[in-house]
C-alpha cells in the first residue's frame, strides 16, 4: 500500500503542470485571505469572462514552442483581426463573412511568418518581431488611432452571449483546449510536434517534415491569436487600437509558467490553461485588494521565475523518491 501511494505521489510530482497548479492553490488562498470578496460569485464570474482572451492566444503560442519556434506578434493581430472585421463592415461586407475574412487573414499572416522564418533561415523571434511592428502599425494606419464604428449587426451572442456567470467565450476556450489537448497527446501530429522542438535533425531523419510541422503552428497561433481578439472586441462591443498591447509577454508568460521549454520539445495544453487562470487571477486579486496597478508586471515576472525554479526542484525531488 505504501508503495502505490509513493509511486502514485511521485507520477504526480512529475507532473510539468504540477508546479504552476500548486502556485494557483498558494495565489488563490493569498488573495481570498486579503479579500473574502474575491471568491464570490460575481468576482469569480469577471475571472471566467476574462480568461479566455489570454488563454485561447496562449494555447496557440504553447504549440508553437513546443515546435520550436517563437511569435511575438501574437498581440498585433489580437488587435488587427477585430480592425480588419470593423474595415470589412464598413465597406457592406455581411459581418458574418466579414469574420471569417480576418481570422482568414490572420491564418495568412501566421503563413507568411512561417514561410520567411523557414525559407529565409532567420530566428522566428527576429521575423515576429517585425511583424509585431508591422501589424501594429497596420492597425494604426487604418484606424487612425481611434475606434472604428462597432457594427450592431455582428453576431456577439454567438462568441460571448451571458450564460449565467460566464459567457459563451468560455466555451469555446474550453472546446479548443480539448481539441489541441487532444492533437498534441493522441495523434501522430503531436508526436511530430514534440519531435520537431525536441531535435529537428533526428526527426528529418525520422521522415518527419519538419517544416510543414512548425509552418502549420505559425499558422494555428496566428489564427488563435485573432480569433481571441474578436472575442474580446465582441465582450467590450468596441475595437481598441491598443488592444492586445504586451499580450505577447502574458502568452509567453503563461506557457512558461505552465511548464512548455523555450527550447522546444516539451510542453503541455493544461499547464497553459492553469498558468492564464494564474496570470489573470494575479491581475484580478490585486484590484481586489486595491494594489497599485503597476504591481501586476513585478507579480507576473515573479511568477514565471517562480514557476520554473519550483517545477525544476519537484521534478529533482520527484526523480530521487524511493517507491
Not at 510539468?16 to 494557483?24: H, K, T
Not at 496562449?58 to 504549440?63: F, I, N, P, Q, R
Not at 486579486?285 to 507576473?300: H, K
Request: hydrophobic residues 55%; aromatic residues 10%.
Amino acid at each position: 500500500m505504501r508503495h502505490t501511494l509513493l509511486f502514485t505521489l511521485r507520477r504526480a510530482l512529475l507532473l510539468r503542470e504540477i508546479s504552476s497548479l500548486i502556485m494557483l492553490l498558494v495565489v488563490i488562498l493569498v488573495f481570498f485571505a486579503l479579500s473574502p470578496l474575491f471568491l464570490s460569485r460575481e468576482n469569480v464570474g469577471v475571472v471566467l469572462e476574462i480568461i479566455p482572451e489570454l488563454g485561447i492566444v496562449a494555447l496557440g503560442v504553447t504549440m508553437l514552442m513546443i515546435a520550436g519556434e517563437f511569435d511575438l506578434s501574437v498581440g498585433s493581430l489580437f488587435a488587427f483581426c477585430p480592425i480588419m472585421i470593423s474595415l470589412f463592415v464598413s465597406e457592406g461586407i455581411h459581418p458574418v463573412l466579414s469574420i471569417v475574412l480576418a481570422l482568414l487573414l490572420s491564418l495568412l499572416l501566421g503563413g507568411l511568418n512561417g514561410f520567411v522564418t523557414l525559407y529565409f533561415g532567420i530566428p522566428s523571434f527576429i521575423t515576429t518581431l517585425g511583424t509585431m511592428l508591422i501589424w501594429r502599425g497596420a492597425v494604426l494606419l487604418i484606424s487612425g488611432g481611434w475606434p472604428p464604428p462597432f457594427s450592431s449587426a455582428l453576431p456577439t451572442a454567438f462568441l460571448v452571449g451571458r450564460m449565467g456567470i460566464f459567457r459563451a467565450s468560455l466555451l469555446w476556450f474550453v472546446g479548443i483546449t480539448v481539441l489541441l489537448w487532444f492533437i498534441l497527446e493522441r495523434t501522430d501530429f503531436g508526436n511530430w510536434m514534440f519531435a520537431t522542438g525536441g531535435n529537428q535533425v533526428a526527426a528529418r531523419a525520422m521522415g518527419i517534415d519538419t517544416g510543414k510541422v512548425k509552418l502549420a503552428n505559425f499558422m494555428l497561433c496566428s489564427l488563435l491569436a485573432g480569433f481571441a481578439g474578436v472575442i474580446q472586441s465582441f465582450r467590450l462591443e468596441t475595437t481598441l487600437p491598443s488592444m492586445g498591447g504586451s499580450l505577447e509577454m502574458e502568452a509567453i508568460a503563461a506557457t512558461v509558467i505552465g511548464g512548455t521549454a523555450l527550447s522546444g520539445g516539451v510542453g503541455t495544453v493544461i499547464g497553459t490553461v492553469i498558468g492564464s487562470f494564474l496570470i489573470r487571477i494575479i491581475d484580478n486579486g490585486l484590484v481586489m485588494a486595491r494594489a497599485p496597478s503597476y504591481w501586476f508586471r513585478v507579480f507576473i515576472g515573479i511568477a514565471t521565475i517562480l514557476a520554473v525554479i519550483l517545477n525544476t526542484f519537484v521534478r529533482e525531488r520527484a526523480r530521487k523518491m524511493r517507491c
